[in-house]
């Protein structure tokens, strides 16, 4: 589908759903890349209501062909939903469309907001800002975790697992993954899922909303140096909030050192500031367990984009990249840190 039919098709909606709007134009469709679970596409809109003439900027975010996480588009509109008007900077939503006929395929509507997003895997992504934007990373996290999941928009719509179930829920469905998709033997992460099962990490105190991506790359931030908006909710879920902490500061993120998580603040620093926003004290044993655990559930990613781009299901440049890069990357800091846990064994 070309930016020339996402515009005519997205017009076609508008007016349908809006019926104030006259004389509906999409003046521009602009394809963000980098996205692996949902096609992005910034619009810009004119239409004329009664005598005015009307300019929105939106963020339509569309179901690929294909896709490298298998994502449900409901949670993810209810995960922004949750967070509207709250500490935590997201998009407004606006329009969340199942029917085929727009588009081609089901989609979502967001506002647009100016920021840009920092590469992750670039040498030095933040600079002077690093310290300003690294406050700010952990203190939303936090508020994250202090959300009430019951009073979310996403209550009802997804389970609020039992806090004893949480680690074994997630070590099940990133399992399943590599099950499913591997094209070739993982004795890494096979090891360290064996270790996972074998040592439990001790439940959370309360079961709480699970971004599932919060990391550095995932956040829009003003040349000023504020964070404004928290993107790519598509994993969220109920859970442990040590789940988000692990996968926040795993080193692939940091030049693969893991001291500045997101190649922000210090890593302790950051832990204090969440702690002050979430109301939760961070349980050693938990985030050590949850953090091997980001590895394998990276590499389950990475393996996914692999059988994508290998068997011809996507040709983006992203699947192979993640699928090549992250997957070597990710394979040696989960040996390294296997490694430890089993050294003082012996």
């Not at 030095?124 to 690093?130: A, H, I, L, N």
């Not at 956040?219 to 879920?237: K, N, Q, T, Y």
Request: aromatic share 10%; with cysteine.
């Amino acid at each position: 589908m070309t930016d020339q039919t996402i515009a005519a098709g997205l017009a076609r909606f508008v007016a349908a759903k809006l019926p104030s709007a006259r004389e509906v134009r999409v003046e521009s469709v602009e394809r963000a890349h980098g996205g692996a679970s949902r096609e992005t596409y910034r619009c810009e809109l004119r239409w004329r209501e009664d005598d005015a003439e009307v300019t929105r900027r939106w963020v339509v975010r569309r179901d690929p062909a294909s896709s490298l996480i298998e994502t449900e588009r409901n949670i993810e509109f209810a995960a922004y939903a949750s967070f509207q008007r709250s500490g935590v900077p997201v998009p407004a939503v606006l329009f969340l469309e199942h029917d085929p006929q727009w588009l081609q395929r089901p989609f979502f509507v967001m506002e647009w907001i100016d920021g840009a997003a920092a590469n992750p895997f670039a040498a030095d992504p933040y600079g002077t800002q690093r310290e300003v934007l690294g406050e700010q990373f952990w203190r939303i996290l936090g508020r994250i975790a202090a959300a009430d999941a019951a009073a979310t928009e996403l209550a009802g719509k997804i389970e609020l697992p039992l806090p004893q179930d949480c680690w074994l829920r997630e070590l099940d469905r990133w399992q399943a993954v590599i099950d499913q998709d591997e094209l070739e033997p993982q004795p890494i992460a096979r090891a360290a899922i064996r270790w996972l099962r074998r040592h439990p990490p001790p439940p959370p105190a309360r079961v709480t909303v699970v971004h599932g991506d919060y990391r550095s790359g995932n956040f829009l931030a003003s040349p000023d140096g504020r964070i404004r908006a928290v993107l790519d909710w598509e994993m969220c879920h109920f859970g442990d909030p040590h789940e988000d902490l692990g996968w926040a500061c795993d080193p692939l993120w940091g030049g693969m050192t893991g001291e500045r998580p997101g190649q922000l603040i210090e890593k302790e620093c950051g832990l204090e500031l969440w702690q002050e926003e979430s109301g939760i004290a961070v349980d050693r044993a938990a985030l050590q367990w949850w953090e091997i655990f980001a590895q394998v559930k990276g590499l389950a990613i990475w393996i996914s984009a692999s059988k994508e781009y290998l068997t011809g299901a996507s040709k983006d440049p992203v699947l192979l990249l993640s699928g090549w890069l992250c997957t070597e990357r990710h394979n040696r800091l989960l040996s390294a840190r296997m490694a430890e846990m089993i050294e003082p064994q012996r």
